[in-house]
């Protein structure tokens, strides 16, 4: 069984520029996150889909982040315009079943904004 | 607001001996899951161990167990027989109580070394 993928794994940009991240859960897996780990910090829930609806973005820094999922399959995340302080790595996970299940994560991408 | 505090920043233990990682945690809700994740270097998240705060039973994974007190809301992670490849960021994680979201609030972790 393929893992959860992401793409691109690393990426530098300059602040006030644009970035997206992409992600591709397990098959079948209904619930994908995303979370964002900053240096020396435990991840931070920013959104939750389950299939193609939001479930929570409270913690989605809206006036600069926005995430889709529109098929209900792969997801986007994007930062516009980005700020130092997104300098993070940036995690998807998908789950099988809300709540008991594990969340499988992928690799992330580390984003380093100058 | 659910928290989760690890107190120990960075854990040291020599080869196959036994280290406990704590872990505090607070939440709402009424019947949930708990979760230790490990992270090695390469930073892809792992499932060490879950477990369910109705059940009086402590979780076990092989040489990895918990020991859960739900009164204290305490959560932690005990290592048995500690091997060079546990060396890794250790996160503990209770659920995430908002919007109707159930994602996960984490710990800042503990980093394990293993000494050889």
């Known amino acids: 069984e393929a893992g959860v993928a992401q793409s691109p794994r690393y990426k530098i940009i300059e602040k006030r520029q644009s970035v997206a991240f992409w992600c591709n859960p397990i098959s079948g897996h209904a619930t994908l996150y995303w979370y964002q780990q900053i240096l020396g910090q435990g991840p931070k829930l920013l959104i939750q889909?389950?299939?193609?609806?939001?479930?929570?973005d409270s913690q989605l820094p809206k006036d600069r982040f926005s995430a889709e999922r529109l098929k209900g399959v792969d997801s986007t995340l994007k930062i516009q315009p980005a700020k130092l302080e997104d300098s993070a790595v940036y995690l998807c996970a998908s789950s099988s079943r809300r709540g008991v299940n594990e969340q499988f994560f992928g690799p992330g991408t580390r984003l380093t904004v100058l | 607001a659910q928290t989760v505090t690890q107190s120990q920043p960075e854990m040291s233990v020599q080869e196959a001996e036994t280290v406990t990682l704590s872990c505090t945690y607070d939440t709402s809700e009424s019947d949930y899951y708990l979760f230790w994740y490990k992270q090695p270097p390469s930073r892809q998240m792992i499932l060490v161990i879950r477990?369910?705060?109705?059940?009086?039973q402590n979780a076990t994974e092989n040489r990895f167990s918990v020991n859960f007190q739900k009164a204290a809301k305490s959560f932690s992670l005990k290592i048995s027989d500690s091997q060079l490849g546990d060396a890794a960021m250790y996160f503990c994680?209770?659920?995430?109580?908002?919007?109707?979201?159930?994602?996960?609030?984490f710990g800042k972790g503990t980093h394990l070394i293993i000494q050889p």
């Open positions: 477990q369910e705060a109705y059940k009086q």
């Open positions: 889909f389950q299939n193609n609806g939001v479930v929570d």
């Open positions: 994680a209770c659920p995430y109580s908002g919007g109707g979201a159930d994602g996960l609030t």
